[in-house]
């Protein structure tokens, strides 16, 4: 059965992703493409956003970052991770972070990236 905080997502990659490494661990933050379109014939619409995304290995199995270069097209499989913080205003801000736990790549569909900006 699948958990209830879990989501799987297949996009291409907006850019490089950032990788930050420490003593026993990497992160890599980036950009993930979506879209859905709608409509049929002159009535299609083409609807996309980005996904922010963070992915966190041990240094040992850090390998598969190398593959989050920009226009590729992989699926990320993971959780939503709530975070809070305060702000510059003393505010507690509350968001949800797109924590991937496995990546895989592929062009099943021969899709090619969206060049268009996000909606």
């Given amino acids: 059965m699948k ?9 291409f990659i907006v850019n490089d992703a950032k990788v930050n490494k420490f003593n026993n ?7 993930l493409s979506i879209a859905r379109t709608e409509g049929k014939d002159e009535n299609k619409k083409r609807t996309s956003a980005i996904l922010n995304v963070e992915i966190w290995r041990s240094n040992k199995n850090a390998a598969d970052l190398d593959l989050l270069k920009k226009g590729n097209r992989i699926t990320v499989k993971g959780f939503f991770k709530p975070e809070e913080y305060t702000n510059k205003d003393e505010k ?14 592929g062009d099943d569909e021969g899709e090619t990236p969206d060049t268009t ?3």
Avoid at 3 to 11: H, K, P, R
Avoid at 25 to 31: C, H, I, L, W
Avoid at 93 to 103: K, L, P, Q, R, Y
């Fill in 117 to 119: 900006e996000a909606k």
């Fill in 25 to 31: 661990a990497s992160v890599a933050r980036f950009g």
């Fill in 92 to 105: 507690t801000v509350s968001h949800i972070v797109f924590a991937g736990t496995e990546i895989t790549t």
């Fill in 3 to 11: 958990s209830v905080n879990s989501f799987e997502v297949t996009g």
